[in-house]
């Protein structure tokens, strides 16, 4: 096999409101959207080894809900839901996603697969809802929020992705 | 000053008058790194981009309402110099973000693979 493609997502940030991250991996489209959509695939990887995931449910049609659970290794819950807007297997989902740890934060996932020679390239956009949203993801400074709620929000962001995919 | 602050005064921040917002822009962040190298007047700072003077002016002009550049004159020149400090929160932020971004896209991968040794060996 190639050697591995560790560290090599691409972010960009093409506007206020949108995080767009982009991965390749060696594999065929069809396996990646599923280990990306099945809750069995997405419970063997999404979750950090210390971390426990306790629910991971996906309802992968138009309208249908996925919602999953953490439990960090200090015992905090973080909860991610949302709901189906698009899906075309094996090339795209849309979602909607809401993180409990942040009320009234609305953001939209869509996530892309498009396979070139063996080699799938996944594209990950969130867009949010309002400014106010993605300040949540980036009030990373001082005294207002302390290192530890920065955390919860990137975990709650990759769990976003997770969701969008998982 | 915190983003969340500047955010605080501003009630409605511009687009161009968000830190986040300012380096968000390609030609802005090649400005940023002209100025790496030490203090530029707007003359110098042409010649490391490709950008025209009005162009460098406009971001320069984006880029010190931010406080990313501060200006001082010299004589008939302004010299403009970067104010890295305040990149620190967003520049601490984004290493955190790219790395649990990358962590999670790093075990997705593996796992991948490691089906794909299994359907092999089948």
């Not at chain 2, 406009?58 to 550049?69: A, D, N, Q, T, Y």
Request: aromatic content about 8%; overall charge negative.
């Amino acid at each position: 096999m190639t050697p591995n493609r560790h560290g090599s997502a691409v972010i960009e940030f093409p506007n206020e409101l949108e995080i767009v991250t982009t991965r390749e991996f060696d594999a065929p489209i069809a396996l990646v959207f599923d280990v990306l959509t099945k809750p069995e695939h997405v419970r063997k990887w999404f979750a950090p080894f210390e971390d426990k995931m306790t629910v991971c449910t996906i309802d992968l049609r138009v309208g249908g809900n996925y919602h999953q659970v953490f439990v960090t290794d200090d015992g905090t819950e973080c909860s991610f839901r949302g709901t189906y807007l698009e899906v075309e297997p094996p090339t795209r989902t849309v979602e909607t996603w809401q993180f409990e740890g942040w009320p009234g934060v609305e953001a939209l996932e869509t996530v892309e697969l498009h396979e070139t020679h063996g080699v799938t390239k996944l594209t990950m956009r969130l867009a949010f809802r309002d400014k106010a949203g993605r300040d949540h993801m980036t009030k990373s400074d001082g005294q207002e929020s302390s290192l530890d709620k920065l955390e919860d929000y990137l975990r709650s962001l990759l769990d976003a992705k997770g969701s969008v995919s998982g | 000053m915190s983003i969340s602050e500047y955010d605080g005064c501003v009630a409605r921040a511009s687009t161009t008058s968000d830190v986040f917002n300012a380096i968000a822009e390609a030609d802005r962040r090649e400005i940023l790194d002209a100025l790496m190298a030490g203090e530029k007047a707007v003359g110098a700072i042409v010649n490391d981009v490709s950008m025209s003077q009005p162009q460098v002016s406009k971001h320069l002009r984006v880029l010190s309402e931010v406080g990313l550049v501060s200006c001082r004159a010299e004589g008939r020149r302004r010299l403009y110099r970067l104010e890295p400090a305040r990149l620190r929160p967003l520049h601490d932020w984004l290493a955190k973000y790219e790395q649990a971004v990358n962590d999670r896209l790093d075990r997705l991968d593996d796992y991948l693979r490691e089906l794909q040794l299994q359907g092999e060996q089948q």
